[in-house]
């Protein structure tokens, strides 16, 4: 029956648009050995076909920054429950932050995280470990063990890890410089977010507004100031997380013009809700840095539309209801989940006209993975890179449901939005994950570790 194909594909995705950041193509897509094998028209028929006519082919997402909890919090998430979030939003690859119990400072705590989450996890992840105040000599070791970069709390957070002074974070850049590892930061000013909380404790404010009072743009203008400047000083390669002020983000425009390169990630919650939240959702929604008036949302899309922001990540961060539903807010912990929604809820802003495809494709996936030197194998679907793609119907409606989510606390403020764009299905490495909402087979995500220390071409001048 015709003629017998040259080549054995075990899957072919058929009548989709691949998205890339620059591009739509309308191809199939062939699969062999878990990579992207052909892209191309009238492909060879392989056991296995998919039509995704109509649909649009995406490389799966990159979130290069969540919060699984294991080990020693798995109360509030584990790496069965996060990833399962994570592989049914459409999310492939995520980078684990180290604020577990213990954290993450040393190889051997490496090791044990590792040894705790392998097996569980249903997308492929990556581990960050911890720039703390002790641990530079820990760093090359966390490097040569595939830690995915490193995480520097700048600022007081979850885990109450003590921030390390200046001459510690100089050290810990230097080994993170000679390892080759990219520094991500939490850029907030310990010592005078600390004192600001303790005037407004004495006030006798417990409402979660006093947070975000003790957290002024000045908190993080001060940080990323700092952080730039002793990054540029050393040479090392450095990204901002969770970057929430406009004046952050001037500051950020401000050092580029001087020559410093770093690259800046906004978070989903950051862009999406304003401070009238904390009217509705209290300390549901206290996060640090804080979500805050709608003229810091507005300036981060700004920065997305002028290509100042570099990612787009969820800071998926799960606590127990107790823990959240705790009224003061000095007490209740910081983060929400978010890793199941991200996808859909930026699929909308797509529809909504405020992004493209293309956008979400380069700061969802592409960015994200060239950062952090895991571009030969994700964030795109080249010939030769791990078929790591979902299928979206861009123009399904749905809504946010805690309900149906897969995190252990479903608690989300986005419950009850419309969305348009829809998660049809997930694939890692060519072997489906999740499907209509629901995961598809045993756990299959594996360690992964950066390609090369070579820094990334992204985030300034050169
Ligand atoms: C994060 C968490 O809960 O681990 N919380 C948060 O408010 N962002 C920690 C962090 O990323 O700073
Ligand atoms: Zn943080
Ligand atoms: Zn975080």
Redesign the pocket.
Known sequence: MGTAPTVNYELVVRGGTIVTPERLIRADLAVADGTVCAIGTSLAHADKEIDATGRYILPGVVDAHV?FREPGMAYKEDFGTGSRAAAVGGVTTVFD?P?TVPPVATLDIFEHKLDTVAGKSHVDFGLYGMLGQDNADEIPKLAGAGAIGLKL?MGQ???DNPCPDDGAIYRGLRAAEESGLVVGV?AENNPLLQQLAKELRAQGRTDVRAHLESRPPLVEVEAVTRIATLAGAVGTTLHI??LSTRDGLERVKMLRALGHRLTVEALVGHLLLDDSAYDEFANLVK??PPVRPAEHGAALWAGISSGDVDIVAT?H?P?SGEEQAEPNVWCA???WIGVETSLPLMLTQVAQGRLTINDVVRLCAANPARIWGIDDRKGHLDVGADADFVIVDPAAPGVVTGAHLHSKHPVTPYEGWETTGSVEATYLRGELIAEHGEIVGPPRGRHLAPRDRKPTTLGGPL
Do not use: V
């Open positions: 919060h932050m604020n709390f957070t979850t885990g939490h997380h969770h996060l640090n800071d961060a606590h912990h910081g983060g």
